[in-house]
């Protein structure tokens, strides 16, 4: 007697790419950290004298070290959906490696400040240029000012399609919501169009 084996069907595992992107010291690398499930990649350097007048750090004047290339983690969303995460380095100088590290990502998370605002326009005018979808994330520091979604959407002049909510960069819980907030304005925007319907023909009373 022959016997079968009915194995189950082993499940897809879907991946995505999505990039953290935004200005100098606003909290791209705590946010990547805390969101990965893996130790993160970092690629952090010293700061030294050279980058005096050269790096924006007043509002950051107890940060040590900057990232050179990248920061990169890992988050599993659910059992067939896994992302990789690559944080940009945010001062000028590194902004040539930006092409590299956001190929292949279907949305990028711009993390902004609110005690620089100004800073995030950069990140905005990359990916508006580029046509790749992305949602605006606040990281709120401690004894920062303030302020609603909505005053910052209009000093970001952002379009109204454009999502932006608030973050703990800390947090593995809020880092994970902005993260699946991101994928499904994604998801959203690779959505097709509805096909229109086709129209019908017009009858008047009478005539076939």
Not at 62 to 70: C, E, Q, Y
């Amino acid at each position: 007697m022959d016997y079968v084996l009915n194995n189950p069907p082993r499940k897809r595992i879907t991946s995505a790419k999505i990039v953290v992107a935004g200005g100098f010291g606003v909290g791209k690398t705590t946010f990547v950290g805390a969101m990965s499930e893996i130790a993160p990649v970092r690629t952090e350097a010293l700061m030294t004298s050279a980058g005096v007048g050269i790096d924006e750090v007043s509002a950051s004047s107890s940060k040590l070290s900057t990232t050179v290339a990248m920061d990169f983690g890992r988050i599993t969303l659910a059992d067939d959906l896994v992302l990789y995460v690559f944080g940009t380095p945010g001062q000028h100088r590194f902004w040539f490696m930006w092409d590299d590290i956001v190929h292949g990502a279907i949305v990028a998370v711009v993390l902004v400040d609110t005690r620089r605002l100004a800073d995030g326009f950069a990140s905005i005018d990359y990916f508006e240029e580029r046509g790749l979808p992305f949602i605006v994330a606040v990281n709120q520091f401690d004894g920062a000012r303030r302020y609603t979604l909505d005053q910052i959407r209009e000093a970001l002049s952002l379009p109204a399609d454009v999502m932006i909510m608030n973050c703990d960069a800390r947090s593995r819980d809020s880092t994970k919501e902005v993260l699946i907030a991101a994928s499904e304005h994604a998801l959203s925007k690779l959505a097709p169009e509805p096909a229109p319907l086709p129209k019908r023909p017009v009858r008047v009373r009478g005539v076939r």
